[in-house]
């Protein structure tokens, strides 16, 4: 069906190709690895004596895990670092994308780049903290600029010496509250977000102990330089001018640093693809063996693949050994095949919703198809309206397009158009039945008729479920469930005897006399009883009850009453459906009612165009759950386990 | 209701986690047992600690990875707490951990200082976890202090480390450290501003009351063992505390002698800690202290972030308490000694 073959491929080589072969497969992104060391235990991993095979043979005997080491944090992060700096300077172009696949080369290429991108960065950030200092020093020479010494003899005092420090606001608190004891003399002449510049002058005598103290509360010393020299007003202006230097060569820079990050654009992108990838098969590598010389590879690889792998193999001129296998020649059962859907574009949106009940088995039948059919069908059944479904359809498609939610945009776009098909059926656009003719039925005209078809499609869905479940069963083997179970063939014939028989009384033809209705009911009701010991004796098996007799029939009897109550009340559910496509239209009813009762024009057709997103947004969303609990409580639970594995293969995202 | 909606899960969650607690009975059994081994098992047969020694070899159990394993018991927790909160207090949940980040920054940047391997060093780490705002791996793979420092550019830490890398061969990790310790502080206090009113005295009480134990433990030493001048004394306290002042603070770094430090401790809570002139026995009460006062607001049970506050503070002693009664039996110290090193009186 729509569940893809998966084969189990095992691969020896030499180990010098190992890295090329893991790296061009996490490129293909085909396969999902498993764990070599245990397939070769498990005895899967067979190599036929012959003698090609004979060095490979010899070697197993010294096989072990293979242990990946490349130690490359320090150069994430510095492609990291590399692509910021892309982001704040750079701008981005289209390149051609090349691998590098050789690990040192790798390293060689980013260590140029990232050197040459370093050392600008660097004069870029030291012109920085420049300014900031100049900035600084400004500000603090401003403080004496009305003294008319000159600056050198402020800095070479006999007896004091000045100082400026840059401090933490939260320490300057302390110094605040603690000046009585520091023998300075301290005012702030700078207060930012965080740090408070402060000016100092200290009796050298006391030199030693004041650095000390600063330096306790992590006071960073703003040294002025020697060349400031005449009156302070006078050392501004050189100042002022160092800053516009300063600034001046920053813009320079800056450019610089953006030419050469465009330049090396397609370097700097292929470089950090290749450590994507170099990540990706370190992932494969990890659940490889090797012995000294040859390497060991298993996983699990989808038929659809298959042709390319090949391709990609033969690159290798026939150094690598392949030993395929099916998931039904594995002897390994700790093995599970993964599974991997395959729908045509119609149906594949679906898969999602199928995902979030759970991933069908490997051996399961998939049930994407069924579900898309059925759910978009009921569906539009209870949300049929041209417009509306319209707008559905709209909103998929910008969900799809714009947000690139291509599942949740794919399965509105479907249910927009059933919802569409529907409404020319009911003859609804936009709430409003007058403006087009029904092609089929008016719901609000015909209340029973709607009702009464919609149980008819539910008992429809309910007996192609059925018949979905025993089949399952079957294919699993399982002999208890498949034919004695209440979802096997002894509950489905049950269902369809009741059937039968609601639609003969009905019809007031009676079919069979009563005795044998009754007799065929008991028979089927005791089937489903006795399941576990009647499955045991077909097996041949030797214990009756798995769990003692008397816990058995305990559970079972009230399986039995559960039967019962679940196939009524499993069929009467699908009601809902055209409870749904009434209410529909009663609830857009009450809207135009509302809508007529106000006098202006202006306001009606504003209640009107409220009234439809109110029953968009809250019925769709409504009739989307109660959709999707039909198809997850009522026919799921009929035969659908979902117990499997997705396929996830180690695959190379390329940035 | 809006903190009924906001911590009555994550209070809920608390009382259910204190149920898991040492007992007073679990505590004597432990504290009674005759060697580790025993006590070991005690521990796994006989508390919830068993579900976490589930999965080791008792026998060949070292006692230093032992402790490892119980400190990330921890940090484990605290980062399943982590998902009780969002919004502010998800935020306030971070700051907190990055106490523990810090603990782990400090053992990578000695590590370097040192020149311990790769291996080693990772293999004494506790917080790694979702929480984190460095990267490990990278932090792991420089190759000294100043690399260290420089690779910490971005976070929050970097900053206040910037000058002080240098200095740090000559002059050892003091510096660092203290910063370190201080970010914590500050970024907690960063992130208070956005609470209410309640919950921003509840938080700086608790903040406060770390601050004054650590500020009195720093003093003490200071005056007592190392002779540290007082400006220093003074500058490396943290302040906002929550039973001293800023002036008691100062006058307990001007001390001329303990009987002073013993006077302006009189009018406060913390005088039992340090009354007693016996300095083995200050961290017992200091940890019985911490567990009188957070064991009360517990069991005040109310609707903020005391409860959850408190229980990290608590347990966290259960954890300390339990490191140490490995150790002394381990080293084969008598019980009536052995007891001077527990937040229990038996």
Redesign the interface.
């Known amino acids: 069906m729509a569940i893809e073959k998966m084969h189990m491929l095992n691969l020896v080589g030499g180990i010098a190709d190992f890295d090329k072969l893991t790296k061009m497969i996490a490129l293909e992104g085909c396969m999902q690895p498993v764990s070599a060391l245990q397939e070769i235990n498990s005895s899967d991993f067979v190599l036929k004596t012959s003698t090609d095979n004979i060095e490979a043979l010899m070697d197993v005997s010294y096989i072990r895990p293979y242990l990946y080491d490349k130690?490359y944090?320090?150069s994430?992060?510095h492609i990291e670092k590399l692509k910021d700096a892309q982001k704040t300077f750079g701008k981005s172009f289209e390149y051609e994308k090349e691998m590098i696949f050789d690990f040192d080369t790798m390293e060689k290429q980013l260590s140029e780049v990232y050197g040459k991108y370093e050392a600008l960065n660097t004069r870029l950030e030291d012109l920085k903290e420049k300014q900031l200092y100049l900035k600084s020093t400004y500000e603090a020479l401003g403080f004496l600029k009305t003294v008319s010494l000159p600056m050198e003899d402020i800095t070479t005092m006999k007896n004091f010496q000045m100082g400026l420090y840059k401090v933490?606001e939260?320490?300057m608190?302390?110094?605040k509250?603690?000046y009585e004891?520091?023998p300075s003399v301290i005012k702030s002449v700078i207060k930012e977000k965080?740090f408070i510049i402060f000016l100092s002058f200290t009796p050298i005598l006391l030199l030693v102990?004041s650095e000390?103290?600063f330096k306790?509360?992590?006071c960073?010393k703003i040294i002025v330089p020697d060349h400031y020299t005449g009156l302070p007003k006078d050392v501004l202006v050189t100042v002022r001018k160092e800053m516009n230097e300063v600034q001046q060569s920053i813009g320079e820079l800056q450019k610089e640093l953006s030419n050469f990050l465009n330049e090396n654009y397609k370097t700097i992108n292929n470089i950090q693809n290749s450590y994507e990838l170099e990540q990706k098969s370190g992932e494969i590598k990890k659940s490889a063996a090797c012995t000294n010389e040859f390497f060991y590879l298993s996983g699990w690889i989808p038929d659809s693949f298959m042709t390319s792998l090949n391709k990609l193999l033969m690159g290798f001129d026939e150094r690598i050994l392949i030993i395929k296998k099916l998931p039904h020649e594995i002897s390994n059962k700790a093995s599970i095949p993964p599974t991997m859907l395959k729908n045509n574009k119609l149906f594949k949106p679906f898969e999602s919703m199928v995902g979030m009940y759970g991933v069908p088995s490997y051996d399961e039948i998939d049930p994407t198809i069924f579900l898309a059919i059925t759910y978009t069908l009921m569906f539009g059944a209870m949300f049929g309206d041209v417009g509306q479904g319209l707008v559905l359809f709209l909103g998929g498609f910008m969900l799809k397009n714009k947000l690139r939610r291509n599942n949740l945009g794919g399965v509105f776009e479907r249910l927009g158009v059933s919802s569409i098909i529907f409404g020319f059926l009911y003859g609804s656009i936009f709430g409003s039945e007058t403006v087009i003719p029904a092609l089929l039925i008016r719901p609000m005209d015909h209340i029973n008729d709607i009702l009464i078809a919609a149980i008819i499609f539910g008992c429809g869905f309910l007996i192609l479920g059925f018949v979905l479940g025993i089949t399952n069963s079957l294919r699993r083997k399982d002999i208890e469930r498949g034919f004695f179970g209440k979802e096997g063939l002894a509950g489905f014939l049950f269902y369809i005897g009741a059937l039968t028989l609601i639609v003969s009384v009905v019809y007031k033809t009676p079919l069979l006399p009563t005795t044998i209705w009754i007799i065929y009911f008991i028979f089927f009701l005791l089937l489903i009883l006795l399941k576990q010991p009647l499955a045991n004796i077909i097996l041949g098996k030797k214990v009756l009850f798995e769990a003692g007799a008397k816990d058995y029939f305990i559970e079972s009897g009230f399986e039995v009453v559960e039967t019962l109550l679940s196939m009524f009340s499993n069929t009467l559910s699908f009601i809902r459906v055209g409870a749904f496509a009434l209410n529909h239209v009663g609830l857009f009813v009450a809207f135009s009612a509302m809508a007529s009762m106000t006098k202006s024009g202006f306001a009606s057709v504003l209640i009107l165009i409220l009234g439809n997103v109110i029953i968009i947004c809250l019925e769709g969303l409504i009739v989307f759950i109660q959709g999707l609990r039909l198809e997850y409580y009522e026919l799921f639970s009929k035969y659908y386990e979902g117990g499997g594995v997705a396929f996830e293969p180690v695959k190379v995202k390329l940035k | 209701m809006g903190s009924v909606v906001k911590f009555s899960a994550i209070n809920t969650k608390v009382k259910a986690l204190m149920g898991k607690m040492l007992s007073a009975d679990q505590y004597s059994k432990l504290l009674n047992s005759k060697d580790l081994k025993s006590t070991l098992n005690v521990l796994k047969e006989e508390t919830s600690y068993g579900e976490l020694l589930e999965a080791y070899n008792l026998e060949k159990l070292h006692r230093g990875d032992l402790e490892i394993i119980l400190h990330k018991y921890y940090i484990n927790i605290y980062s399943k707490l982590i998902n009780y909160f969002n919004g502010e207090y998800r935020k306030l949940i971070k700051a907190f951990f990055i106490r523990w980040e810090i603990e782990d920054l400090k053992v990578i940047i000695r590590g370097k200082y040192l020149g311990r391997s790769k291996s080693e060093i990772e293999s004494r780490l506790i917080a790694r976890s979702p929480l984190n705002t460095i990267?490990y791996?990278?932090l792991?793979?420089?190759k000294n202090v100043e690399e260290v420092v420089e690779?910490l550019k971005g976070s929050i830490y970097y900053?206040?480390l910037k000058?002080?890398s240098k200095d740090s061969s000559a002059k050892g990790l003091f510096?660092i450290e203290t910063?370190l310790d201080?970010v914590y502080f500050?970024s907690i206090r960063r992130e208070l501003k956005h609470l209410d009113n309640e919950n921003k005295e509840v938080v700086q009480s608790i903040l406060g009351l770390e601050g004054d134990l650590l500020n009195l433990g720093w003093i003490y030493r200071g005056k007592t063992f190392y002779n540290i001048?007082?400006?220093?004394l003074?500058?490396?306290?943290i302040?906002n505390g929550y039973k001293l002042s800023?002036e008691n603070i100062?006058k307990l770094c001007?001390i001329n002698n303990m009987e002073e430090f013993n006077n302006i401790l009189e009018k406060t809570p913390y005088a039992t800690i340090y009354e007693k002139d016996d300095s083995n026995l200050i961290e017992k009460r200091e940890r019985e202290f911490q567990k009188k006062y957070f064991k009360k607001i517990l069991r005040e049970n109310k609707t903020n972030i005391s409860m959850v506050m408190s229980y990290l503070v608590v347990y966290r002693i259960e954890i300390r308490d339990i490191i140490s009664i490995i150790e002394q039996k381990r080293y084969d110290m008598d019980i009536s000694q052995g007891i001077n090193y527990v937040s229990v009186t038996l």
Do not use: C, H, M, V
Request: glycine letters at 2%.
């Open positions: 130690e944090n320090i994430l992060k933490p939260q320490n608190l302390k110094i509250a603690n004891n520091i965080e102990e000390r103290i306790s509360a992590n960073e | 990267n791996d990278y792991l793979a420089l690779g900053k206040s000058n002080l510096r910063e201080f500050t001048p007082p400006e220093e003074f500058n490396y306290t302040y800023k100062k001007y």
